[in-house]
């Protein structure tokens, strides 16, 4: 059976079958896939059955697979994480979080913030829990030609705990806190591979653009985030098990949904592999 590629949104995101993670991928294979993801910026392997050490390998052909210790960490691979609908802020007040519920781009409170992110669905829900993404070129390319020229060369302090969330993030230990100290990335960041320039933009985790008083910061912030969140930029992704979906932080952002039925599960492995800094 060979690989057949379809469109899932209008303007990014696409499907393949027809291929199987376990296997070795020849070098032809493989270049299709990240020729597809550069494209579509979303790319959905369907029809997986993976244990975490072979999604953990299958996904390092995409890059270096990197450690994380803000979720669980799979027994058999540490570099699994996992995202369950039985999540709970540990650390914190004990109450169910939903992680990634509210729109961001993976890791921006790091220096380097991985590249890809891959989300593997092992139990899907019978309806709801879709993720969302929202395509960060396309918003960029809309702006204003006058904001594109403001804002191209301004830079963002990102961290972990910004004072401008909105959503809930899960409490870490003071030493883990200590090693994530403030990141200060481009607000337009141009992707390496594509050299396509994309906003960046991470409303749970960007303080405030340097060089700009607090009120001219947050109005600039509010206003950019209010324009990519449009539902024109945006593809939601329902869920089929066995979906391995593949996007890339650089050039999108995305979000969660716990909207799935009271009582049903919702359990997702996920690897993210290194990048480079910003530029
Ligand atoms: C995430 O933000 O990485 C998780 C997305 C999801 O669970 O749909």
Known sequence: MGLRQEQLGGHMAAAVT????????????????????????????RGQSLAPVPFRNAMARFGTPMLRKQLAQTTECAEVNIISSEDRDELGDGRKLVNGASWHTDDSFMRAPC?????????????????????????????????RARID??????????????????????AEMAAMPEAIHPLVRTHPETGRKALYLNPNRMEQVA????VESDK????????AIQPKYQYRHVWQQGDVVIWDNRCTMHKANAD???????????VIVAGTEPF
């Open 18 to 45: 027809g291929l199987d993670l376990n296997d070795q991928l020849d070098e032809p294979t493989q270049a299709t896939l990240i020729e597809a993801l550069h494209t579509n910026l979303v790319l959905c392997i």
């Open 115 to 147: 590249s890809l992110t891959m989300l593997y669905g092992v139990v899907v829900p019978s309806s709801g829990g879709d993720t969302q993404f929202i395509n960060m070129y396309a918003a960029y390319d809309d702006l204003p030609a006058e904001t």
């Open 153 to 174: 060369k301004l830079k963002v302090v990102h961290k972990y705990e910004s004072s401008r969330r909105t959503g809930r993030v899960a409490k870490r230990p003071k």
């Open 211 to 214: 060089g700009l008083d607090r």
């Open 220 to 227: 600039l912030l509010d206003a950019l985030i209010a324009h």
């Open 260 to 270: 799935y039925p009271a009582g049903e599960r919702r359990l997702m492995h996920r």
